[in-house]
């Protein structure tokens, strides 16, 4: 048996996008030992995929080396990249090494290199190109998050349900919509006897809070959940509604109808413009709105981008998804 190392620490959204690769990695290497270094976000994500025999979570550069000394390993396929990646690989004890990007020494000296898709990292492998070729033209790389069922939440099918996270992360508080935009939503779905439950971390507790008060049938989710449990409840509801962040790539991914909220950055980075199943809609300033996209963490003024996006808005791009 084969043992293999696939290293890759971040971010949510690239980890979920990965998802086709670990897929082909597990099919190709299925008789395989295969260990993950990763975060806490890439456990939380592929815990219960199949994908992976052993996870180590990455979290300090000498704790990390600490644990792999005494591991040897066939294969390491970096999917990192940077730096801390080559120096772990550097320490750990195998017999080959596949770089989806640069190698240390090509990372250090800034040389543009060619980024190896999941096709050619397998073929360098060694397995036989045709059998690859094959596997891949078969294959419609979907992004398709691997679920289980939910212990938290299941659909009645009497309502349809719409999941909503108010937040973002804390950096980018240009990404968010804003609390009364929310409420006023909600509101309105509510009357249009649409099922609301909300989902989040911590950091939108507090708008958790003051809509449960104002709105008490909704269900709140919000930091009750890790990772594993949130991409499996969201699996059970019908349109997913959030700003530019992570939540939205899960939803995508476990085949969720998604509406994307965008003010700081652009368009281009909406679910709707990758290979997720599903039907995914988006929203952005209107037209007169000129610094959009400013890419600022912190808007300067007074979030004209936002405000510009009105509740009747929302509603369209449900009534388009409902047909």
């Known amino acids: 048996m084969k043992k293999i190392l696939i290293i890759r620490f971040t971010s949510l959204g690239d980890l979920v996008t990965l998802e086709p690769t670990f897929r082909a990695f597990r099919e190709f290497f299925k008789d395989s030992e295969i260990t993950f270094l990763t975060s806490g976000i890439g456990k939380g994500l592929f815990?219960?995929?199949?994908?992976?025999?052993?996870?180590?979570?990455?979290?300090?550069?000498?704790?990390?080396v600490s644990c792999l000394k005494n591991k040897e390993y066939d294969l390491v396929i970096n999917l990192q990249?940077?730096?801390?990646?080559?120096?772990i690989n550097l320490l750990v004890s195998k017999k080959k090494t596949i770089n989806k990007s640069f190698n240390l020494f090509q990372k250090m000296f800034g040389i543009k290199v060619?980024?190896?898709?999941?096709?050619?990292?397998?073929?360098?492998?060694g397995f036989d190109k045709k059998v690859v070729d094959e596997y891949f033209k078969k294959d419609e790389g979907f992004i398709k998050l691997p679920t289980s069922k939910s212990e938290l939440f299941t659909k009645n099918n009497?309502?349809?349900?719409?999941?909503?996270?108010?937040?973002?992360?804390?950096r980018w508080l240009s990404k968010k919509?804003?609390?009364?935009?929310?409420?006023?939503?909600?509101?309105?779905?509510?009357?249009?006897?649409?099922?609301?439950?909300?989902?989040?971390?911590?950091?939108?507790?507090?708008?958790?809070?003051?809509?449960?008060?104002?709105?008490?049938?909704?269900k709140s989710f919000v930091n009750k959940t890790n990772?594993?449990?949130?991409?499996n409840?969201?699996?059970?509801?019908?349109?997913?509604?959030?700003?530019?962040?992570?939540?939205?790539?899960?939803?995508?991914?476990?085949g969720v109808n998604t509406i994307t909220i965008f003010g700081s950055t652009d368009i281009k980075h909406c679910v709707k413009f990758m290979p997720y199943t599903g039907i995914h809609e988006y929203l952005k300033p209107n037209e007169e709105i000129k610094c959009h996209p400013c890419y600022k963490t912190k808007c300067p003024t007074n979030m004209e981008c936002m405000q510009s996006i009105k509740v009747e808005n929302i509603l369209e791009k449900i009534r388009i998804i409902n047909g």
């Open 177 to 218: 919509w804003g609390l009364d935009n929310y409420s006023n939503l909600i509101a309105k779905l509510i009357e249009n006897n649409f099922e609301i439950i909300l989902v989040g971390s911590s950091l939108e507790l507090e708008d958790s809070e003051i809509l449960l008060k104002k709105y008490p049938q909704i």
């Open 81 to 87: 990249c940077n730096r801390p990646s080559h120096f």
């Open 227 to 231: 990772l594993t449990e949130l991409k």
């Open 114 to 125: 060619h980024s190896k898709s999941a096709a050619e990292m397998i073929k360098l492998a």
């Open 47 to 64: 815990a219960d995929s199949g994908y992976f025999d052993e996870f180590i979570i990455h979290k300090k550069f000498l704790e990390t």
């Open 233 to 254: 409840l969201l699996a059970n509801v019908d349109i997913f509604i959030g700003n530019d962040s992570g939540p939205t790539h899960i939803a995508a991914a476990v």
């Open 158 to 170: 009497e309502k349809k349900v719409i999941a909503i996270s108010t937040g973002t992360s804390e």
